[in-house]
């Protein structure tokens, strides 16, 4: 039974290989490069010729040899998503990444030209009231610090080849790639703890109330001057912010624990599947980060002031968030 068994795998490695033969001869009998054809409804896999090759390699779940080491994995030889992944990181994501970084550039770009920089009415009052204490402003810091590097560096990753290569040339830019993946990996470690202690600090003061529903009806009050909805310590705009990095932030740094030790769980599919889910979710953040980032500091005066010193302007308080500021004045606390 082991002699027909080994037979009856030695049959279907030489089909295959001959199936990849003819494919190869095919293709370049009719002179066109293999994996090469652009058109994606001709060939529906890269370096196949028809659609029934490629459904024949799914079936079959790719080429898989055997090997006596102890990395089982080390014995395939074609794995056929591995193309269709590649297709999409390299097209789909780096392109729709593109539009949703540059898109949200360009639209807060537009909102300063229209709208400019939202003022305090009547100026400064000059008195100020603590929004944010220095364990607060420290761990916020190190996450935005720990993000804008993993931004570049991830960045590096998806458009660093295109970008950045013609430019330096392939010695700086190899140098820098290295230089880049390192930080990358070890910058992930306080970004995730600094995301798990906004999450401890903050949760409370994010959930739902009755004054989003104005905010969202004044729409913010950014768009008209001198409307300024009622808000607890974090508006509606701000609790938007919020969860996108508790959930974004979560998924990156799961998938990014995945891609850092691979296989902890699940086969190359997974492995697959996480780096898919790290590129989507942090194009998203990037793009949040950039309009948090606008409105925290060209966008609206006094507000950097709040995670720079601490205090805010008593008058700025009142405006953007009056109820937080009524409660705090009158020792209410700001729950």
């Known amino acids: 039974m082991k002699a027909i068994s080994s037979f009856s795998q030695v049959l279907r490695v030489i089909a295959v290989a001959g199936l990849l033969f003819g494919t190869a001869t095919s293709a370049q009998a009719q002179q066109t490069p293999l994996g090469l054809d652009n058109n994606p409804t001709a060939r529906p896999m890269a370096g196949l010729t028809a659609p029934s090759e490629a459904d024949m390699l799914r079936a079959l779940q790719g080429v898989k040899g055997n090997v006596t080491i102890p990395d089982r994995k080390a014995g395939t030889l074609v794995q056929p998503q591995g193309r269709d992944w590649r297709a999409t990181m390299n097209s789909t994501i780096r392109s729709w990444g593109a539009w949703l970084v540059f898109g949200m550039i360009a639209l807060v770009t537009a909102f300063y030209l229209i709208r400019g920089t939202i003022m305090i009415d009547g100026g400064r009052s000059g008195r100020t009231i603590e929004r944010f204490n220095e364990f607060e402003?420290?761990?916020?810091?190190?996450?935005?610090?720990?993000?804008?590097?993993?931004?570049?560096?991830?960045?590096?990753?998806?458009?660093?080849?295109?970008?950045?290569?013609?430019?330096?040339?392939?010695?700086?830019?190899?140098?820098?790639?290295?230089?880049?993946?390192?930080?990358?990996?070890?910058?992930?470690?306080?970004?995730?703890?600094?995301?798990?202690?906004?999450?401890?600090?903050?949760?409370?003061?994010?959930?739902?109330?009755?004054?989003?529903?104005?905010?969202?009806?004044?729409?913010?009050?950014?768009?008209?001057?001198?409307?300024?909805?009622?808000?607890?310590?974090?508006?509606?705009?701000?609790?938007?912010?919020?969860?996108?990095?508790?959930?974004?932030?979560?998924?990156?740094?799961?998938?990014?624990?995945?891609?850092?030790?691979?296989?902890?769980?699940?086969?190359?599919?997974?492995?697959?599947?996480?780096?898919?889910?790290?590129?989507?979710?942090?194009?998203?953040?990037?793009?949040?980060?950039?309009?948090?980032?606008?409105?925290?500091?060209?966008?609206?005066?006094?507000?950097?002031?709040?995670?720079?010193?601490?205090?805010?302007?008593?008058?700025?308080?009142?405006?953007?968030?009056?109820?937080?500021?009524?409660?705090?004045?009158?020792?209410?606390?700001?729950?």
């Open 137 to 335: 402003r420290f761990n916020h810091w190190m996450t935005a610090s720990s993000f804008v590097v993993l931004a570049i560096t991830g960045l590096n990753v998806t458009y660093g080849r295109h970008l950045l290569l013609p430019l330096l040339g392939p010695e700086v830019f190899s140098t820098w790639s290295a230089f880049a993946k390192l930080l990358h990996n070890f910058t992930a470690f306080p970004f995730m703890l600094g995301v798990v202690v906004m999450l401890v600090l903050w949760i409370a003061h994010n959930f739902p109330n009755r004054y989003d529903w104005q905010w969202i009806a004044q729409g913010g009050g950014i768009f008209t001057k001198g409307v300024h909805p009622p808000a607890r310590k974090f508006n509606f705009g701000q609790k938007i912010v919020f969860w996108s990095v508790m959930i974004a932030g979560f998924i990156i740094s799961l998938s990014g624990l995945y891609l850092l030790f691979p296989f902890w769980f699940g086969a190359m599919e997974t492995q697959q599947l996480m780096a898919v889910l790290h590129s989507i979710f942090a194009f998203i953040l990037i793009a949040v980060i950039i309009g948090h980032i606008y409105i925290g500091s060209l966008g609206m005066e006094g507000a950097f002031d709040a995670m720079y010193t601490g205090q805010v302007d008593e008058r700025w308080a009142k405006e953007h968030h009056s109820v937080w500021a009524a409660e705090t004045k009158a020792g209410a606390g700001d729950d």
